[in-house]
């Protein structure tokens, strides 16, 4: 395990916090770490008929347009599932009778410490009056068949690491994917 | 397409680089996006017999042991079949005849602009004198068949997003495995 020999803080943002902490490895060398922290975040994994519900969207850090499913981030002292149904209705306008959680993971532990979380929605309703998106926030929702959202993670254009991960799941347990 | 209005560098260090800037929505609000930049990096699925060559470290941004294919930054103008083919070497000892790319992804659009890509390796060989790895590193490499790999992500064992990603992608593709 590595030891902290010590912290600075750089910046603490609206979103990311950076240290650089000064360390001493297993192996007795001293090493340095720039960490970037951010508040967590939460995704949803919706499929109704066999098909995946997608948000597309401008994502400014990659300069593209992205395919991914629905996601956000996690309000201060907020419950993980709430996070999920808030979420889910903010982007997409649907809500869900159950939210199960299917995955936690690392993005990026090379460098960053957040943690997301994939939550597989049960039964969609629509909602005629769901809550509203962030202001800042330009996003369409979509249904995809299973089979085509595995197309495009194959084809490369579906580049988003949970949305990978949760399509994947979603093709070996629904849709019995095998791979071209 | 969301424009930008300001940027303003606050930090560049040795991995990560985090730019403030103020953007021009597509709806026509004003906000600002923090931004990661980082070097990029590649992962190797590796398979010998069925199974996948993983490597264990601590990973001190997240304060755990992790379980990942092996991986690393890419170096400045290094071509990334030949980062691939380095990174395999130094953590792992092996090399391939082969490097074929199988994913590009972002990690986490949301805030960081890093590329990573997966490599599938060919057939293996191990080096009797390999390339070491960097000193501040402590890496353990291993064989997993791809079944018990898939158990791991499954139970939550491995939780990062490339090897997640591989290990689903293996099991479609060469275990046929079918989720419980």
Excluded: W
Excluded at 87 to 100: P, V
Excluded at 113 to 134: N, Q, R, S, Y
């Amino acid at each position: 395990m590595d030891k902290q020999c010590s912290s600075e803080l750089i910046y603490k943002g609206k979103v990311v916090t950076l240290h650089k902490d000064e360390i001493l490895c297993e192996n007795g060398v001293h090493a340095i770490r720039e960490v970037v922290s951010a508040p967590g975040g939460v995704a949803i994994l919706a499929i109704q008929d066999q098909e995946i519900l997608l948000v597309s969207q401008y994502r400014y850090a990659v300069q593209e347009e992205t395919l991914e499913i629905p996601a956000g981030t996690i309000e201060p002292h907020e419950e993980l599932s709430r996070c999920a149904m808030r979420e889910l209705e903010e982007e997409t306008g649907y809500t869900s009778d159950t939210m199960n959680k299917i995955f936690t993971f690392f993005p990026t532990p090379g460098f960053c410490a957040e943690v997301l979380h994939i939550f597989e929605a049960g039964k969609l309703t629509h909602l005629d009056h769901p809550k509203a998106m962030d202001e800042d926030e330009c996003i369409t929702a979509f249904f995809l068949p299973i089979e085509e959202a595995m197309d495009l993670v194959q084809q490369g254009k579906i580049k988003d690491s949970k949305t990978i991960i949760a399509i994947q799941y979603a093709a070996m347990k629904y849709a019995h994917t095998t791979m071209k």
